[in-house]
């Protein structure tokens, strides 16, 4: 039996880290198998090309650029780890995925969204999630999150209307596309948010 493929998305500061930690830890105590990753990155491979893509001034690289440093890294990703462990029965939680390259590089950085999931199609041989969870936040908000946790990655510096542009795409996603994004409201405080991301989640359990 293959597992289940779940991401989480949102803008700078919407707490996917966390959310996608404690959905974890409910995971196993129901008996799942559970591997935590996350884009760019989750492989050693994947983890250096992170270093490229995170790292340095705003306009470090153009919307190309980062799009085929993301896919080069998602490549390796899914090939190495994603794969394998679906195919083992584990669950997969990833904190980010394809939708983060259609937001990002897409709406924030106007790239075409057809060459954007034609990449994808070649680096993953199609692979998507089965459950794709937004969290939802006002770029403001996330924005002051993001700058009170220090130092500011690439994206993190790009100025405001970038970030609502990537915001408002998430929100699009999740019309074009309900029975596999689900819109997460995180304004409100880690235990609220998780119940709401639960509710989502228990939905692909076992009856």
Not at 34 to 60: C, W
Not at 68 to 84: F, G, K, Q
Request: negative net charge; contains cysteine.
């Amino acid at each position: 039996m293959t597992g289940k493929f779940i991401t989480f998305e949102g803008g700078e500061g919407a707490g996917k880290s966390t959310q996608a930690a404690r959905l974890a830890v409910r995971l196993r105590e129901h008996g799942i198998d559970v591997v935590e990753t996350r884009e760019p990155g989750g492989t050693p491979g994947a983890e250096a090309i992170r270093s490229l893509v995170v790292e340095g001034d705003a306009d470090r690289w153009d919307g190309v650029t980062e799009a085929l440093l993301m896919n080069a890294a998602r490549a390796d990703h899914v090939t190495r780890r994603i794969r394998p462990a679906l195919t083992r029965g584990s669950w997969i939680v990833c904190d980010r995925y394809i939708d983060s390259t259609l937001a990002y590089q897409g709406a924030g950085k106007g790239m075409a969204v057809d060459a954007l999931r034609a990449m994808h199609r070649f680096a993953t041989n199609d692979l998507w999630p089965d459950l794709t969870l937004v969290l939802d936040l006002p770029a403001l908000f996330g924005g002051a999150r993001a700058a009170a946790r220090g130092a500011l990655d690439r994206f993190e510096k790009t100025g405001g209307q970038f970030h609502d542009n990537v915001a408002q795409s998430f929100r699009d996603f999740a019309i074009a596309d309900p029975a596999r994004v689900r819109l997460i409201d995180a304004t409100g405080d880690i235990d609220s948010v998780a119940a709401a991301v639960w509710r989502e989640v228990e939905t692909l359990l076992p009856c």
